[in-house]
C-alpha cells in the first residue's frame, strides 16, 4: 500500500480506529496510523497535506 491508495487506506482506518471522529483526527497522527498499517510501504516524505486531506475524506466515506 502507498500513500496513493487512499480509498484502501480509508477502509482500513475505519476498520482499525473506528472509534474515531476522521475530522478530529491531526494530520501528524493520521501520518504515524496510516505508516503503521500491515501492508503500507511507502516513504514518509511522499506524504503531503493534499494526501492526508484525501485520505481523511475516505476514511470519513467508509466510516458513514
Same mark, same amino acid.
Given at each position: 500500500? %502507498?500513500? #496513493?491508495d !487512499?480509498q484502501e487506506i480509508?477502509?482500513? @482506518?475505519?476498520?482499525? %480506529?473506528?472509534? @474515531?471522529?476522521p @475530522?478530529? !483526527?491531526? /494530520? #501528524?497522527?493520521l501520518?504515524?496510523?496510516v505508516?503503521? $498499517?500491515?501492508? /503500507?510501504?511507502?516513504k514518509?516524505e511522499?506524504c503531503?497535506?493534499k494526501? @492526508?486531506?484525501?485520505?481523511?475524506m475516505a476514511? $470519513?466515506?467508509?466510516?458513514?
Amino acid at each position: 500500500m %502507498k500513500w #496513493t491508495d !487512499v480509498q484502501e487506506i480509508g477502509i482500513a @482506518l475505519a476498520e482499525s %480506529k473506528p472509534e @474515531l471522529e476522521p @475530522l478530529s !483526527v491531526r /494530520f #501528524t497522527d493520521l501520518m504515524q496510523w496510516v505508516s503503521e $498499517l500491515p501492508g /503500507f510501504d511507502d516513504k514518509i516524505e511522499r506524504c503531503n497535506e493534499k494526501i @492526508l486531506e484525501a485520505i481523511q475524506m475516505a476514511w $470519513l466515506d467508509e466510516r458513514d
